[in-house]
């Protein structure tokens, strides 16, 4: 009878949680349209190699802009290329440096963000040296990190985690200098605990919330800076399928074949706009604040 009372409520925070989940997917009907646009991106960088009709790399220039048919979905790029292929397999490096970049970000935010906000003598100088990376625009920031990195798939994940990871330890670091005057703080403090444990077992499990929305939108603007970074031709290698990349290329034939850009353009939209959309609705199912009004 204990064991089963005991697993009960063992199982009770999951089953809340759970509930939680499908009552907030019920009520914030943008939440599951994020959810399932974001299912059928993942779905499909998953399956590519199944997806995909053609190499998406071989290069046939006497098939060179074909129209939309039954052979190529969404017609051919300049140089003889499956779009649709193209486009499948660049799901893949977008949710690639998406993940990526939100845990990167996610993990090195919260650890300055605890650091500064729980240690005084430490926080002036982390927070200027976050605020000298914030002074730059996003943008040149990472263009100049790839300059000097290569056009590396890891390198566009390593400077598209500098530049939001500043964001994420003033978020985190906001939280932490509120919850540091709290009661219980004050009472681990009294019993010795030393301030490794402080931080990870009492500041950062009330800071998950707020790290796992604002990483939910640093998803939206990874994808959305792997394709700028490769539409300037400073992101992934050339032979690298990548959205931003055929977006920059159907440049040159957006008069004469409008299909090569269309298709690159609407899966980008579409996945930056689930990701928004599925952020926001997490922000309202973790905030309490906006839960309960």
């Known amino acids: 009878m204990a064991t089963t009372t005991a697993t009960l409520r063992d199982m009770r925070p999951r089953s809340t949680l759970l509930s939680r989940f499908r009552r907030a997917m019920r009520l914030h009907r943008n939440m599951l349209i994020g959810g399932v646009l974001l299912l059928l991106v993942v779905l499909t960088a998953l399956f590519a190699p199944v997806l995909m009709t053609h190499d998406p790399t071989f290069q046939d220039p006497g098939e060179r802009l074909q ?7 969404f017609g051919t790029d300049g140089q003889g290329r499956d779009v649709y292929s193209r486009v499948v397999k660049g799901a893949q490096l977008s949710l690639i440096v998406g993940i990526s970049v939100s845990i990167a970000t996610a993990a090195a935010g919260s650890l300055i963000g605890l650091v500064a906000g729980f240690v005084p003598r430490l926080d002036a100088p982390i927070m200027r040296v976050m605020d000298g990376l914030m002074a730059f625009p996003g943008i040149i920031l990472a263009i100049g990190i790839m300059a000097v990195r290569g056009a590396e798939v890891s ?34 403090k009294s019993t010795g605990c030393g301030v490794g444990r402080i931080l990870g077992f009492h500041l950062f499990p009330n800071c998950l919330s707020p790290i796992i929305v604002q990483a939910s939108f640093v998803f939206a603007e990874a994808v959305l800076g792997e394709a700028t970074l490769s539409f300037l031709g400073a992101g992934a290698p050339p032979e690298v399928p990548s959205w931003g990349g055929m977006l920059s290329e159907s440049r040159l034939f957006l008069s004469q074949a409008s299909w090569t ?26 905030d309490p604040r906006l839960r309960h009004r």
């Open 67 to 73: 129209a939309p048919s039954s052979e190529y979905f």
């Open 155 to 188: 390198n566009v994940v390593l400077a598209l985690t500098v530049v939001n990871t500043p964001r994420m330890a003033r978020v985190v670091r906001a939280i932490v200098l509120t919850l540091s005057r709290t009661q219980f703080v004050e009472a681990a």
């Open 261 to 286: 850009m269309i298709a690159p353009g609407a899966a980008l939209t579409i996945t930056v706009f689930a990701l928004n959309l599925l952020g926001d609705g997490l922000r309202d199912m973790l």
